[in-house]
């Protein structure tokens, strides 16, 4: 074997996660504008938050209410737009479980335990955006672009991190006791 060829065996795991990662992401961006997604899936999530962050907002004791995708009060509102919401960090975290190399039935916990996760992490964002409109207005787009983006990102890379450190720790193969 040449030297390229044990250099590219050696590299094999992160090429390979690399790739099915890439591949995931293109399909995402390729699905995002159809349909599928801009008039039904969106929306739909779109909603979803509204009410669910009213709703929490109420629990807190907000006189609030969720009008299609805005929260309204007569302190204030927030309409929650696209990118606002779960679709693209939910994305990265499946492109991120389905290219790490471990067997697929232990993905499938990491997904449908992420993406709910995503949506608690997604209303507490929400709520304190609210909470910024209404008591510092003027820091609200520093909050919302300079600390919420990239702190949800680092969500879906501690989220990551976690799953697969928990997915590593499992045995390779199935063990049944035939006893």
């Known amino acids: ?15 390979q996660f690399l790739a099915i990662f890439s ?16 008039r039904w899936l969106g929306p739909l ?23 299609g995708v805005t929260i309204v009060s007569d302190r204030g509102g927030l309409r929650i737009q696209r990118g606002c919401d779960i679709i693209g960090p939910s994305a990265l975290l ?44 003027e820091a609200f787009l520093t909050v919302h672009v300079a600390i919420w983006q990239p702190g949800f990102v680092t969500v879906v890379l501690v989220m990551f991190a976690a799953w697969s450190s ?4 499992r045995p390779t193969i199935d063990v049944v006791d035939a006893g």
């Not at 591949?23 to 801009?38: A, E, G, H, S």
């Not at 389905?98 to 992490?121: D, S, Y």
């Open 45 to 67: 999530n779109l909603r979803a938050c509204a009410v669910a962050s009213a709703t929490v907002l109420s629990w807190i004791g907000e006189d609030i209410n969720a009008v």
């Open 94 to 137: 499946i492109a991120s479980i389905l290219a790490f190399p471990i067997r697929f039935g232990l993905k499938i916990p990491g997904i449908l335990l992420g993406i709910p996760a995503l949506f608690v992490v997604n209303l507490v964002r929400i709520v304190s955006l609210y909470y910024t409109q209404v008591h510092f207005p």
């Open 166 to 169: 928990w997915a590593a720790a």
């Open 1 to 15: 074997m040449t030297a390229y060829g044990r250099w590219l065996a050696a590299k094999r795991p992160v090429l």
């Open 23 to 38: 591949l995931v992401m293109v399909m995402y961006f390729v699905l995002r504008p159809t349909p599928l997604i801009t």
